[in-house]
């Protein structure tokens, strides 16, 4: 199971940071995890992607130069810094994982586990 947190409202050009953390009974022990994003009507959007080891990062583009993604193996925790936030960002932010050592192509059908979405909200 992931749980996400730290969604909220916020002007254009502030920041936010997201958090998900793993429950030690999901997943095996190296996954890749990645943030994606929906709104209503819409497909769900890969926005970044982490290796298990985290050193290759995937962003769409849409957010390079502005978002940032980390994770800590050892909380089983997954981070998304969000920096100069714009109206379009807003979304419903889900945290998402597969197993394995590297990530697969970015899509929705390729992640096995999901959380329930915190919501971002830029005005």
């Known amino acids: 199971q992931l749980v996400e947190s730290g969604g909220g409202s916020v002007p254009a050009g502030g920041s936010l940071r997201l958090s998900c953390v793993a429950s030690t009974a999901s997943g095996p022990s190296a996954s890749c995890m990645a943030w994606f994003r929906q709104i209503p009507g819409e497909e769900r959007e890969a926005v970044a992607t982490?290796?298990?080891?985290?050193?290759?990062?995937y962003y769409a583009d849409s957010v390079k130069g502005r978002f940032t993604v980390s994770r800590d193996n050892y909380r089983k925790a997954l981070f998304l810094n969000m920096n100069t936030l714009k109206p379009e960002d807003s979304a419903m932010y889900y945290c998402a994982a597969h197993p394995g050592d590297w990530c697969y192509t970015p899509v929705r059908a390729n992640f096995r586990w999901w959380g329930q979405g915190t919501q971002v909200t830029v005005s």
């Open positions: 982490i290796t298990n080891d985290g050193a290759e990062k």
